[in-house]
């Protein structure tokens, strides 16, 4: 179901350049997904590689950055994802 | 506090910030100085209200992407999200346009207000695999259904089939995210959109949501409660 997305295994040219500068990025351990590859959410964003690191940009600078804490953070994005009724 | 966001839990900070992304998430119209002030009495100062609401706004964009592509959890949770009601009735669309400058300035945040700027930039400023009328078909549509009056309504657009599944497209993501399904993007593969194009309106309408919601987020915090 849904629109195609091409994870880091799959991927070639551009794709394989941006998910490698992504695989780059400080990442709480947490988020790492056990496959070993690009975490899903910027999977997601497959089809469009050029993209990636304009969400993955704006995202640095708002879940890596305060003055909000990490589990404030996470308090945030969970109760707009249950909202949304999104499992992301 | 996330089965029933809207419910009273914690303390008065933990609850202010479950305020701000529900009300981010579900009506940013409704924001006002009230709400304003009462953010500041529970501890959260004008960069932490900031802080809240575009990184609510900018979760709404990785949500309808995800949903968009159907992409599964791929990391560890403690709490496993509950199943998703496709029977849910859609967010209201907002009954007024919300205009004139915002209570706290992006600028404070000038990274983030630089990445926004590039990412806007990017999703606007090209004519492959949509063209630019279309890309602006769609943020028109999305302004309208969040409130953002720094938008022109769509209202005078020359209507053709493709705009009228662009349409109903903008609607389903901005209003009913979790409702998105081959079916959503049917109407589009009938008009020769592949899959590159569909993402690009999915991409273009939920990235417009984001900007939209900071816009009316912010700028309704400078209104009197109606």
């Not at chain 2, 998105?180 to 109407?187: A, H, V």
Request: with cysteine; net charge neutral.
């Amino acid at each position: 179901m849904g629109l195609p997305y091409f994870g880091y295994t799959e991927s070639t040219g551009e794709l394989r350049e941006i998910y490698e500068r992504m695989r780059e990025r400080p990442l709480p351990p947490v988020y790492r997904p056990a496959h070993g590859g690009v975490p899903g959410i910027i999977t997601a964003h497959s089809l469009d590689p050029q993209l990636i690191p304009k969400v993955f940009g704006t995202s640095t600078t708002l879940n890596g950055a305060g003055p909000l804490s990490w589990p404030e953070r996470e308090l945030v994005n969970t109760i707009t994802s249950r909202l949304n009724q999104c499992l992301y | 506090m996330v089965r029933a966001p809207r419910a009273p839990h914690g303390d008065r900070r933990t609850r202010a910030l479950g305020e701000i992304a529900s009300l981010v998430t579900l009506e940013p119209w409704t924001l006002s100085r009230a709400y304003h002030a009462d953010w500041h009495s529970a501890g959260l100062s004008d960069d932490d209200i900031l802080h809240a609401i575009v990184l609510s706004a900018f979760f709404g964009h990785l949500n309808r992407i995800a949903d968009a592509v159907a992409v599964p959890l791929d990391y560890q949770v403690r709490l496993s999200p509950p199943p998703t009601d496709p029977t849910a009735p859609p967010l209201l669309p907002s009954p007024v346009a919300v205009t004139g400058r915002p209570a706290i300035e992006l600028s404070r945040r000038p990274a983030t207000a630089q990445a926004i700027a590039a990412w806007r930039t990017y999703i606007f400023d090209r004519d492959a695999p949509l063209t630019r009328r279309q890309r602006t078909v769609l943020a028109r549509w999305v302004s309208l259904f969040l409130g953002d009056g720094g938008i022109s309504t769509p209202d005078d657009l020359t209507a053709n089939p493709i705009d009228g599944a662009l349409r109903e497209l903008a609607e389903t993501i901005t209003l009913a995210p979790w409702k998105l399904s081959d079916e959503t993007f049917r109407p589009l593969r009938k008009h020769g959109l592949d899959d590159a194009a569909i993402f690009d309106a999915c991409a273009v309408t939920s990235s417009a949501g984001f900007f939209s919601r900071v816009q009316v987020a912010l700028a309704t915090l400078m209104r009197d409660r109606a």
